[in-house]
């Protein structure tokens, strides 16, 4: 006869925990031995893009797309390797990231904060991806890396503007190589005030929401410093689509420079309705009237076609920048050729800052030989690299902020076609455009300490 | 009062948009009873006749210069359209100039068949049916046109000008003795504006003065007499959606011009114009023009940095707020009919 061990409250209370042990989501409990969320296996590891697919910003996603397939491809050995060659770190050698061949998942933000967590979400905890990129809002960038924060993974921001992503919102896991508001300010006043002089009047149009209004005091507070005033700030709308009842009063206002803090869909009616009105050829206490767009996208300039002509701006990064401003901004090339060789068209600030952001994160942990978010914070802290397009650049370890030159471009008058837009007027240089951390834009939040997870 | 003027000629420019789309939606409101949530699509549908025309009127050939080369070092290649080689360089960039213009032409009978088609093949089957089930169907139709557009032009604003001769502004207050800048006005705008009150004026006539639209008007007042005297009037019902449909595509052609057009622009004027035909009053052909113009010019003065610093936020909200007014005061709207609704 034997005895059995089993009773009924016992298989009762083991099945329970059992159960409930199972059903915790995967992120909370996967490879816990390793101490880090989503630990990739021996072969391959994954990496969640998340970018707008649908929405208005569906074609700026597309090319971070493009750029994020051409960068696995080039981590895993295959074309070109694009910018691996002009990397100042010699790491990555085209075997993936630490011997193990990259994969990638995909998840559509729809420019939504609520679709792009749920969509982060999704790829941390079913295809356990270990680091989540992307984007093309603030708010988007905002609200993931806070995800990721929680969830224990890196969050490589795509195109985010807004000071507050290393600002007051910044995060221990997520990272920011896209310039910011101050930086287009502090690179835009100097040429205004060489270009249109110092004794100028501003009439601002913000967009009503954070971004607008970090872009509003950036360029404000760079212009007025070198002698303009602003006689009028007006807030419109994030959901209107004709300005034209605010661009009407702008000309009878006393501003002899109209000043663009809008985005996207809202820039190019904006602008367009802005050259209808004629204030490219009035003229305002006795001097040209200029109109200013501070954050240029070249993908979303398409929209507003020859409008764009003369209008000063800026961008992160230019696919002309080596041929024109010389070896400084070495890495351009090689990634242009990639690109336009495998797409057919040169790379947008999108797709450079999205690529560059890949490379990054591969070479930190192969720098620090762990996945482990933590060993990757601490590899990314304070890093100085060149050879990725922007000339020599600091991943500042104070904000997870790259320092790095700007670009002041000017629409074309004449463009030849839909992919040459702008010209380069003048690279500001990273001192210019550098801040102290504590700078009141940049005021509140704290960076935090890493989250590994698990 | 130059500020004054201003803002009315702005209201006029919007409010003829408005007017346009809210005249469609209540032809086909007061004639057939459906609540049409994809007439938005439909005024974008028209943009996209003028820019389809636009792109046509522009294909291109390729040539190799040799002389330059492209941004990988190639030879370029640059494009030769097609209207150069058979009309020559003047001619055929004068027929693209003009692509908006004659995109009217193309954009009729096509918007008329979208209509019929969009009728026929599934709005028909809804006439029994609750209004919401009209509203989930039309308004799932408009995502589906959407998302068409958008998976074959992109999401991006597609730039389509006017053509030469009506680019840049005019001065206005100069013509009626304010100071140089005081009042600025471009000219599409004004031509949009006058393009309006044409079909605006045509729609009322061919409903006044023509035996169909005498047939229409009776059947919109009392469809079951009409159908006793023998009438189709079932068939009159769905070339006026045509009409309607052309309406509203015309509207959006015309607009190609002021505002890039892509793919959700329908679904930004969807709404107001609701707004208007309520306010206009349900089924009321001349309410809903005359709150098109009126909620226009309100929204233009709710914008002006006056309003906004005095009352922040209100150029949000007014067009919501004069709804909100004048349904109190008048539950039917500014000119809405006893018994459309109501039953």
């Known amino acids: ?454 | 009062m130059d500020q004054f003027i201003l803002q009315i000629l702005n209201g006029l420019d919007k409010g003829s948009a408005y007017a346009l789309i809210a005249l469609g939606l209540t032809l086909i409101f007061g004639t057939l009873g459906v609540v049409n949530f994809a007439h938005g699509a439909l005024f974008m549908l028209g943009s996209f006749c003028a820019v389809t025309l636009s792109k046509f009127l522009s294909l291109s050939h390729k040539i190799v210069d040799e002389t330059r080369t492209d941004f990988l070092g190639n030879p370029m290649e640059v494009d030769v359209p097609y209207v150069h080689d058979w009309f020559g360089v003047a001619a055929g960039d004068a027929i693209i100039d003009w692509a908006v213009p004659l995109s009217l032409i193309f954009a009729i009978p096509i918007m008329i068949g979208i209509g019929y088609v969009m009728e026929r093949g599934l709005i028909k089957h809804f006439y029994k049916r609750p209004h919401a089930d009209q509203i989930l169907v039309t308004f799932g139709l408009a995502i589906v046109i959407q998302e068409i557009v958008k998976y074959y032009y992109g999401a991006n604003p597609i730039p389509t000008p006017a053509p030469s001769a009506f680019k840049g502004s005019f001065d206005f207050g100069v013509l009626v003795g304010f100071d140089a800048n005081a009042i600025i006005y471009p000219y599409w705008r004004l031509v949009y504006f006058f393009f309006s009150l044409v079909i605006i004026g045509a729609v009322f006539a061919f409903l006044r003065f023509t035996t169909f639209g005498m047939v229409v008007r009776a059947g919109m007042a009392d469809r079951e007499t009409v159908g006793l005297l023998g009438i189709d009037i079932d068939k009159r019902f769905t070339i006026m959606f045509g009409i309607a449909a052309a309406v509203a595509g015309l509207a959006g052609v015309m607009y190609v011009p002021i505002n890039p057009p892509n793919y959700h622009m329908g679904m930004d004027f969807l709404v107001l114009s609701f707004v208007v035909v309520v306010v206009g009053g349900m089924g009321s052909l001349p309410g809903a023009v005359a709150a098109g113009f009126l909620l226009g010019i309100l929204e233009s003065f709710a914008s002006t940095s006056w309003a906004v610093s005095n009352l922040p936020g209100i150029n949000q909200v007014i067009i919501y707020l004069v709804a909100i007014i004048i349904l109190l005061t008048r539950p039917r709207g500014l000119m809405g009919r006893k018994g459309v609704m109501e039953e």
């Open chain 1, 1 to 454: 006869m034997s005895k059995s061990n089993f009773s009924r409250r016992g298989v009762l209370k083991t099945g329970a925990i059992a159960g409930a042990g199972l059903a915790l989501p995967t992120y909370l409990r996967a490879d816990s031995h390793t101490g880090f969320t989503n630990a990739p296996g021996a072969s391959e590891v994954v990496l969640g893009f998340n970018v707008p697919q649908t929405g208005p910003y569906a074609d700026e996603g597309a090319d971070e797309l493009r750029a994020y397939e051409l960068a696995v491809e080039h981590l895993n050995g295959g074309g070109d390797g694009g910018m691996l060659s002009t990397f100042s770190s010699k790491v990555l050698d085209g075997t993936g990231i630490l011997g193990r061949e990259v994969k990638y998942v995909t998840g559509d933000t729809q420019t939504k904060s609520d679709a792009a967590r749920a969509s982060a979400r999704s790829m941390i905890e079913k295809d356990g991806a270990i680091m989540i990129t992307g984007g093309s809002s603030s708010g988007v960038a905002v609200a993931v890396q806070a995800l990721c924060q929680e969830a224990g993974v890196i969050f490589m921001a795509g195109l985010t503007h807004s000071n507050d992503t290393t600002g007051k919102d910044k995060r221990a896991n997520g990272f920011r190589h896209f310039f910011n508001s101050y930086m287009s300010g502090a690179a835009l006043a100097p040429v205004l005030a060489a270009q249109y002089g110092t004794d100028r009047k501003a009439y601002h149009l913000t967009a009503d929401y954070n971004w607008g209004y970090t872009t509003e005091e950036a360029v404000r507070s760079s212009t007025e410093a070198l002698g303009w005033e602003t006689v009028n700030a007006v807030k419109t709308p994030l959901t209107q689509t004709d300005f034209s009842s605010y661009i009407a009063p702008v000309l009878n206002s006393g501003a002899d420079v109209l000043v663009l803090n809008h985005y996207g869909g809202n820039m190019v009616n904006s602008l367009t309705n802005a050259v209808q009105f004629g204030l490219r050829q009035a003229q305002a206490n006795g001097k040209q009237f200029e109109i200013v767009v501070p954050l240029y996208s070249e993908l979303m300039a398409r929209g507003a076609g020859e409008n764009i002509a003369g209008i000063l701006g800026s961008q992160n990064w230019d696919w002309k920048l080596e041929n024109e401003k010389g070896a400084r901004y070495s890495g351009t090339n090689a990634f242009v050729k990639s690109f336009g060789e495998k797409y057919g068209f040169p790379p947008s600030q999108a797709a450079h800052t999205t690529y560059v952001q890949t490379l990054l994160y591969a070479d930190a942990v192969t720098r620090a030989g762990s996945f482990n978010p933590c060993a990757v914070v601490e590899a990314l802290e304070g890093f100085e690299f060149d050879g990725l397009g922007s000339g020599p650049t600091l991943y500042r370890a104070d904000d997870h902020q790259c320092f790095k030159d700007v670009v002041v471009v000017r629409g074309k008058e004449n463009p030849e076609n839909e992919f040459d837009l702008v010209e380069i007027v003048e690279v500001t240089p990273v001192d210019q455009v550098t801040y102290d951390p504590e700078h009141p834009q940049f005021a509140g939040g704290a960076l935090g300490t890493c989250n590994p997870g698990a």
